[in-house]
């Protein structure tokens, strides 16, 4: 909400700058800032158009005198359309500068001198879309004579000074210049002085033509009408319009203006309709049917049985509080007027703009709330602004379709209280003062305050309400510095959190890159690696599709960034995100939050480099990155790795589940070929490790040894076996049958191909005996590993080579 300095004027004495202004009431809650319009316009004024005549040269320019209000008319050559004899124009002067750095320059067009230029609205600061659409393809033209040479900057209000205030959801009371000067003339201490709107008793009749049926009183608390017969409509003044375009709202006709104006002067929208065009004479809110139209401008909604709408007959006028159909709008040829001004449920108007895409100015109002009390009073001044400024026979009273009274809210504190939580120690007047300055009625009766709050500020319920008030227009900065008492704790880290911090140190050393992504995915992402079986939760109010439901996997996340990365070639990737997947248990409503730890690896791993080749990564660099990972969790587990073809997306031959003690803690592999496609990206390795699991694993007794005395004996083993035999298994086993001295097994050769059975593979092991305590013998070195070949031909009928 901009807040005018020059309309706040009305209300209370300013005398402040707007940079004053906005940094004063920012301390008392309300974040603002200044806003200082056309500060860099110069030298534009007033000019009549005395002379049009066609250019010489050209189809379309024209040239024109023009009185600037100095001793001689000057020569301008303009293009506009519109621009014709006795017109009073904006006209920026040679040297005048205009927004986005243009300067105005003396020259000729075609030959014919030119002395400035005749501008348009657009051209001096007021965006197209919120000028008068008369005017969108020409030169602003004023509707009343002005005398030649005059600044045109207060006219249109070109260098307006105002005041932007972000306020928060409860503070809606400041969507409106009246509400708005309470709150900053309590910040100076001025109490605003507001003219009550009244009508020319002898224009108000006795009529109603209109039959009004609020068929949902629960959700329209307040709903009124008046009517307005044998309208003049005309175009509003030249100081509301400029007022409503500083405001980014077009300026439309007299009827419609009004309407707008107070919306923005009360905080309280009110919608116009040309009595004419309804049907039967006849106003009905209720609930939409499913499959109802509405009709606007540009566009046609398709409605559902959640939608209030306002209706005449069978035609749907507008959207409850959000917007106006097309059935009923006042134009040009309106005779008569329909004035409404209600009361709509917030929630109902929040969901249905959002619904339809259809946020509005209103519909903002109504959403955070409105003061019910001034709703009539909002509907008189609308019809009081359209007979100032169009002929109207008669008006109608007010037409009740509901009313609720509105009753200010009375809350009972203690000033002892008060002074004890803002720890200061006001006198019963001062806090009072204050009280009075916001337009609190006060009763004091010894330490007990009766504060009874205007309807104006629904947001206050309880006597913290009170305190909050006391403190911001005393001012926070005045309060006094204190120390916080009370029991110390100290800080830190989660035994957990620790876990979860020591591996993402780990990826971190591993030269991987973090990544942070949204914890919402659509539907098909988690559909795609739901891998520990979750219940989807969908959000009841997604923002947007691709914002449906809680992730289950942050695999998805990573693989979002690998593409988006890779489509702008950026393709050696390896990135990680340590963060909480969400696992619901069938039945169960809300989620449970787990710690996960995920990462993802594409293109090279080692650069093109004058003494090294590129190399891509693999199946066994990304396993020796996990396999890093879980040698510094500490479990007294066995990690194992089990190929496993269960995950669709998946590469069913460069895939295993991660086990410890046979528990499955995560996966790691590669992304399946046709999931790659279809995600535009190369290939990619990923892993995930469920933290807690991996927390809750037993830990390791670690002792520090010193190092051995007697040298290690090796032995290598060469076998042949069938492919569909894991290396794991063969590892497995030569550890079992390898005897209390077997100190290390690592495979150092496969070989498939030329010279080697169908379906057989030749692995190379080697094999390390060591005894801490003595030498070993070649005896006991030879009997261990000849229990080891025996056990492998028995168990998996292998060919020692």
């Given at each position: 909400m901009k807040i005018s300095v020059n309309w706040l004027k009305e209300y209370i004495p300013v005398d402040h700058t707007v940079e004053e202004m906005a940094d004063k009431i920012s301390l008392t809650g309300i974040e603002s800032s200044p806003v200082r319009l056309g500060e860099e316009l110069t030298d534009l004024v007033?000019?009549?158009?005395?002379?049009?005549e066609p250019h010489p040269d050209s189809d379309h320019l024209k040239v024109c005198q023009v009185d600037v209000g100095e001793s001689?008319?000057?020569?301008?050559?303009?293009?506009?359309?519109?621009?014709?004899?006795?017109?009073?124009?904006?006209?920026?002067?040679?040297?005048?500068?205009?927004?986005?750095?243009?300067?105005?320059?003396?020259?000729?067009?075609?030959?014919?001198?030119?002395?400035?230029?005749?501008?348009?609205?657009?051209?001096?600061?007021?965006?197209?879309?919120?000028?008068?659409?008369e005017f969108e393809n020409g030169i602003y033209v004023f509707d009343e004579p002005q005398t030649p040479g005059t600044a045109v900057y207060d006219l249109l209000g070109l260098k307006d000074q105002m005041i932007d205030i972000d306020i928060t959801p409860n503070r809606a009371d400041t969507l409106g210049m009246h509400g708005a000067a309470w709150e900053i003339g309590a910040t100076y201490n001025e109490k605003p002085v507001f003219k009550k709107p009244e009508l020319d008793s002898g224009k108000i009749k006795d009529m109603n033509d209109v039959t009004v049926d609020v068929k949902v009183?629960?959700?329209?608390?307040?709903?009124?009408?008046?009517?307005?017969?044998?309208?003049?409509?005309?175009?509003?003044p030249l100081w509301m319009q400029r007022r409503l375009w500083n405001q980014n709202i077009r300026p439309v006709n007299s009827i419609v203006d009004a309407a707008n104006y107070v919306m923005?002067?009360?905080?309280?929208?009110?919608?116009?309709?040309?009595?004419?065009?309804?049907?039967?004479?006849?106003l009905t809110v209720k609930m939409a049917q499913d499959g109802d139209k509405l009709q606007l401008i540009d566009d046609e909604k398709a409605l559902n049985h959640n939608d209030i709408v306002i209706a005449s007959g069978d035609k749907v006028l507008g959207l409850a509080g959000v917007i106006n159909g097309s059935n009923a709008t006042v134009d040009e040829n309106t005779k008569n007027v329909l004035l409404e001004a209600g009361v709509f449920d917030g929630a109902s108007v929040r969901k249905t703009a959002q619904r339809h895409d259809l946020r509005s100015d209103a519909s903002s109002r109504f959403e955070k709330g409105v003061d019910n009390g001034i709703v009539s009073e909002a509907l008189t001044r609308v019809a009081q602004l359209i007979t100032n400024d169009s002929p109207v026979e008669a008006i109608s009273q007010e037409?009740?379709?509901?009313?609720?009274?509105?009753?200010?809210?009375?809350?009972?504190?203690?000033?002892?209280?008060?002074?004890?939580?803002?720890?200061?120690?006001?006198?019963?007047?001062?806090?009072?003062?204050i009280f009075d300055r916001l337009g609190f009625e006060t009763q004091l009766v010894g330490d007990e305050v009766t504060v009874t709050i205007p309807t104006r500020r629904w947001d206050m319920t309880i006597e913290a309400d009170l305190v909050e008030e006391v403190n911001r227009i005393y001012g926070y900065a005045n309060l006094p510095n204190t120390l916080p008492a009370g029991m110390e704790t100290r800080g830190g880290y989660s035994p957990e959190r620790e876990l979860g911090n020591k591996l993402r140190d780990i990826l971190l050393g591993?030269?991987?890159?973090?990544?942070?992504?949204?914890?919402?995915?659509?539907?098909?992402?988690?559909?795609?690696?739901?891998?520990?079986?979750?219940?989807?939760?969908?959000?009841?109010?997604?923002?947007t599709e691709d914002h449906e439901y809680l992730?289950?996997?942050?695999?998805?996340?990573?693989?979002?960034n690998i593409a988006y990365n890779q489509a702008r070639k950026n393709n050696d990737l390896s990135i990680f995100e340590q963060a909480r997947v969400f696992d619901r248990l069938t039945g169960q409503d809300r989620p449970n939050e787990i710690p996960y730890i995920s990462g993802a690896i594409s293109g090279n791993v080692v650069e093109d480099s004058w003494n090294s080749e590129p190399r891509k990564v693999d199946f066994y660099y990304i396993k020796g990155i996990v396999e890093e990972l879980l040698s510094f969790t500490n479990a007294d587990a066995n990690f194992t790795f089990v190929a496993t073809d269960q995950y669709s997306n998946m590469h069913p031959g460069q895939t295993a589940q991660i086990r410890a003690n046979d528990q499955v803690v995560g996966l790691v592999g590669k992304l399946h070929p046709d999931y790659?496609?279809?995600?535009?990206?190369?290939?990619?390795?990923?892993?995930?490790?469920?933290?807690?699991?991996?927390?809750?694993?037993?830990?390791?007794?670690?002792?520090?040894?010193?190092?051995?005395?007697?040298?290690?004996v090796t032995r290598d083993l060469a076998i042949l076996i069938g492919n569909d035999i894991e290396n794991g298994q063969i590892i497995n086993d030569i550890f079992a049958n390898g005897g209390k001295y077997l100190h290390d097994v690592n495979i150092f050769d496969v070989y498939e191909g030329k010279n080697i059975k169908p379906n057989h593979k030749s692995l190379g092991y080697h094999l390390v005996f060591l005894n801490p305590d003595n030498t070993l013998t070649d005896e006991e070195v030879e009997k261990a590993f000849a229990h080891v070949k025996d056990s492998l031909v028995q168990k998996f009928n292998v060919e020692i080579r």
């Open positions: 007033v000019g009549h158009i005395t002379k049009v001689a008319e000057i020569q301008i050559v303009c293009g506009a359309p519109n621009v014709s004899v006795d017109q009073y124009v904006i006209v920026a002067m040679h040297g005048a500068h205009l927004p986005n750095g243009v300067r105005i320059k003396r020259g000729k067009l075609r030959g014919q001198e030119s002395n400035g230029m005749i501008c348009g609205l657009d051209e001096v600061g007021v965006p197209a879309k919120y000028m008068p659409k009183k629960d959700l329209v608390p307040d709903y009124l009408i008046r009517e307005l017969k044998d309208v003049k409509v005309t175009k509003s923005i002067e009360y905080g309280q929208p009110v919608q116009v309709y040309d009595l004419d065009k309804l049907e039967n004479s006849s037409i009740v379709g509901n009313f609720t009274k509105a009753e200010p809210i009375v809350i009972k504190g203690s000033i002892a209280h008060i002074n004890h939580l803002m720890g200061l120690n006001l006198s019963a007047t001062e806090i009072n003062n591993e030269g991987m890159d973090e990544v942070i992504n949204f914890s919402l995915l659509n539907k098909q992402e988690v559909e795609d690696f739901n891998t520990i079986g979750s219940e989807y939760t969908k959000l009841l109010h997604p923002m992730r289950n996997s942050l695999i998805p996340g990573l693989v979002r790659q496609k279809e995600h535009n990206i190369d290939d990619t390795f990923v892993f995930e490790l469920n933290v807690i699991d991996l927390f809750n694993l037993n830990k390791k007794n670690v002792k520090a040894q010193s190092a051995p005395k007697y040298p290690s």
